[in-house]
């Protein structure tokens, strides 16, 4: 049975909320959706199941569980403090003290997890951040027990780098792409792979996951209007800071806008209900 304050407007209250929805609202509700399509992977999950939610960021998976398996535990680590701040609040706010352990922990150094400790571990849209994601991957390994499953994501594209690549013609055509290197890198399977075979694991299976990064309508205008705007904002994190004036990141609004009418059915998509602009993940299941 569902948490009752999951299913309430709780989760709207304090700063701290605010801080989290925020997150979210920068990645279109992206990393959400993904993570809830991750949830038939691991399920059914027997009672006292123990899950690692690794570089767990504001939470989503460890929610995303516990809606449907209120009966596991979870520990839920990241290397960011104001992550973590934002995990023990939930667990005070929705009375998650028996089913859920925050820990300030770097993905590649899970000191303090004993070997074999948890049944699933989840790392969604972290590994491919870690300076050494190999490290992570052993961590991984390690602290799983013997037929155990790991469950690693990462973005193998996204539509709103596509759509700020066309926009930059239009803005700053004489400059090197704007984007984030991560990505390009990551953007074949076999990298993810490579790094889990690399960090121990011999059972590694790749799925390609498609996404949507959407806008809630009615946020700001239109639906069009509201998804260019979230766009935007989204696109400000992949430029560098100081590269782009003020004046140019005000024309990247038209720009995108522009560019998603005259192109957008290239990147637009609708599932479950849901438009915007199309996210792939790649996802490794691995079992130790």
């Not at 009672?47 to 939470?59: F, H, M, R, S, W």
């Not at 013997?146 to 926009?167: D, F, H, N, R």
């Amino acid at each position: 049975m569902a948490s009752p304050a999951l299913d309430s407007d709780a989760s709207l209250i304090g700063s701290f909320i605010t801080a989290a929805a925020a997150y979210e609202q920068r990645l279109g509700g992206a990393t959400r959706f993904l993570g809830r399509l991750l949830m038939p992977l691991i399920m059914p999950l027997p009672p006292n199941c123990a899950i690692l939610d690794n570089a767990c960021g504001t939470g989503i998976m460890t929610e995303e569980i516990l809606r449907s398996n209120p009966s596991v535990k979870i520990t839920s680590t990241d290397s960011s403090e104001g992550m973590i701040s934002i995990i023990n609040k939930k667990i005070s706010t929705y009375g998650w003290e028996l089913q859920v352990q925050a820990g300030l922990l770097d993905g590649q150094n899970l000191k303090g997890l004993s070997d074999h400790t948890f049944d699933v571990s989840i790392t969604n849209l972290g590994l491919f951040y870690f300076p050494d994601p190999v490290a992570g991957a052993r961590e991984i390994k390690r602290t799983l027990k013997p037929g155990g499953m790991a469950i690693a994501t990462c973005w193998k594209e996204t539509a709103s780098i596509s759509v700020l690549y066309e926009a930059q013609k239009i803005v700053k055509p004489k400059v090197p792409w704007a984007g984030l290197p991560v990505f390009d890198k990551w953007n074949d399977g076999k990298m993810m792979e490579r790094c889990m075979r690399q960090g121990g694991f011999e059972d590694v299976q790749i799925l390609e996951m498609e996404s949507v990064f959407s806008a809630e309508q009615g946020s700001c205008g239109s639906t069009e209007e509201a998804l260019v705007k979230a766009m935007v904002e989204n696109m400000k994190s992949f430029i560098p800071a100081g590269s782009w004036s003020e004046e140019e990141l005000e024309r990247l609004g038209s720009a995108v806008a522009t560019v998603m009418r005259e192109q957008g059915d290239k990147w637009r998509v609708e599932i479950d209900g849901k438009n915007g602009v199309r996210w792939v993940a790649w996802v490794a299941i691995a079992r130790s």
